[in-house]
């Protein structure tokens, strides 16, 4: 897997990945928290996007998939998102 992008919009953190595949349909795709809260001004939180892919095709595909990120928030008003496998800092307002 491949995360193309990453962005936020309002409290909700849109990634455009890609992987090889047949079809993508049967993709499981969830956003994982490390649970830690990263003592640094402003706080960070490392995340990753867990792909569970069975598919054995050469297909590449590309998709988008927003998740409702509101339960990151931390005392202040930013906390900076590490995702892993994704080089530039997010930086989540709010």
Known sequence: MVINS???DDDCLKINYSSSGCSGD???VKLIDAGVIMESF???RNIKLSLKNEE???AYFTKEISF???KLQVDGEVVLLNLEGFDTQIRYEY
């Open 6 to 8: 990453a962005s936020i």
């Open 26 to 28: 049967s993709w499981e």
């Open 42 to 44: 402003p706080p960070q």
């Open 56 to 58: 054995i095709c050469e």
């Open 68 to 70: 409702d990120i509101d």
